[in-house]
């Protein structure tokens, strides 16, 4: 029976690989200074600067491991033309967006009948939760054109500073948040204040490229040279249009702190809800397990694996050796790949783990059992395990 060195190789470097990242937490500890034991500070993260690559590596517990939030939200207001059921799989969308770029991964978005949706957000309190959740933050921008203001258009945009400018009124410019394709916290290099950088898609882009190249035209610190930016109708910058701006980018400014200033990006760049967000209810959820529960449950399981591998060592001697390394390393790769691809690990899913682990066992029982046979029936030992391998697969499947 011949052995793919290849094969071997690559198997090998899966599981350095593995071991690598499942130990990478107590390396992360080392590098920050922190004990070994204990709750960890911090999410550690793996940074290769020279390939741009950065991962959280950890394992993500669920809302019935770690505690959180659990919401039920209702949608009502649509927009006028949209289906019901339409806009609620959009707000499923956006608001699955809206936490995963707030960095609650784990979260679980899901649609509950015509116009509600259930979140679970794990490690979350309802105060954080309300945050992330509770506001459109629709972008609209205007620019100031002579004529009267209307005295109705003025109470809904809510223009605190709108008074000064007699004679001006605001004219949408048909330059919405449905135009924004990204939306980034960053710090103006002048005031080294926290403000919001957008982009625009290419609609977007030609209307506000237009927008300033007209508005540039006319003297500086004018009506007619300003643009107006509102927030939810919330008019949070006037500003100056000194030169044409045709690079498909904007920023926002206006006194955000550095928190403000990633929420709003965060809005921003999850989109528009389609209708307004009524929280229904709500309960701030326990975790099933307390810590010391898991921590009892992890070291049963670590016996029960012992257990299974001292069994296959006194009854198979060598390839017992071999199965029991098999069963390491099956367990330290899904382990890693849990941690890698951030799966969210709730009680079931560590009960088919457990049983992922015991299936591998019966297998590698399978196919040594059909080795033996055909040792018996006087084969060599490299066909007996050809043959053993095929005969127990269907089994295996």
Avoid at 40 to 63: A, D
Avoid at 143 to 165: F, H, Q, S
Avoid at 293 to 316: D, E, N, P, Q, W
Wanted: glycine fraction near 10%; aromatic fraction near 8%.
């Amino acid at each position: 029976m011949r052995v793919d060195r290849r094969l071997l190789f690559l198997i090998g470097i899966i599981a350095l690989l593995a071991l690598f990242i499942d130990g990478f937490a107590y390396i992360y500890r080392s590098a920050t200074n922190q004990p070994l034991t204990g709750k960890i500070r911090g999410i550690p993260t793996l940074n290769i600067g020279f390939l741009g690559f950065s991962q959280q590596i950890y394992v993500h517990k669920g809302l019935d491991l770690q505690g959180g939030t659990h919401l039920e939200l209702e949608i009502t207001n649509v927009r006028s033309g949209t289906p019901v059921r339409e806009a609620r799989d959009i707000a499923v969308q956006i608001v699955e967006r809206r936490v995963n770029s707030s960095g609650y991964a784990e979260s679980v978005v899901r649609p509950e009948g015509d116009n509600r949706i259930l979140v679970e957000l794990p490690g979350v309190n309802l105060e954080q939760a309300k945050q992330i959740l509770g506001k459109t933050s629709y972008l609209t921008i205007y620019e100031w054109v002579p004529g009267t203001p209307d005295a109705n258009i003025l109470k809904e945009l809510n223009p605190t500073d709108a008074n000064k400018y007699q004679g001006f009124k605001p004219q949408f410019t048909n330059i919405d948040g449905s135009m924004i394709t990204s939306a980034s916290r960053s710090t103006d290099p002048n005031t080294n204040l926290p403000d919001v950088q957008f982009s625009f898609n290419n609609t977007g882009n030609d209307r506000f490229c237009n927008l300033t190249r007209d508005r540039v035209s006319h003297p500086q610190g004018t009506p007619e040279n300003k643009i107006a930016i509102f927030i939810d109708k919330d008019l949070v910058e006037d500003a100056n249009v000194q030169s044409e701006i045709c690079g498909g980018t904007g920023i926002i400014t206006g006194g955000f702190t550095a928190a403000s200033a990633q929420a709003l990006a965060v809005q921003l760049n999850s989109g528009a809800l389609p209708g307004t967000i009524t929280l229904v209810s709500s309960t701030e959820v326990g975790a099933t397990l307390g810590a010391s529960t898991v921590k009892l449950s992890l070291l049963a399981g670590a016996f029960g694996l012992a257990i299974i591998i001292l069994f296959m060592l006194l009854y198979y001697r060598l390839p017992g050796v071999v199965a029991s390394v098999a069963l390491l390393l099956y367990a330290a790769i899904a382990l890693a790949i849990f941690k890698i691809f951030g799966v969210t690990l709730t009680l079931a899913g560590l009960a088919g783990f457990i049983l992922s682990v015991g299936m591998a066992v019966d297998a590698n029982v399978l196919i040594f059992e059909r080795v033996k046979e055909e040792l018996r029936a006087g084969r060599t030992l490299g066909a007996s395990m050809e043959a053993g391998v095929r005969r127990a697969w269907p089994a295996i499947r």
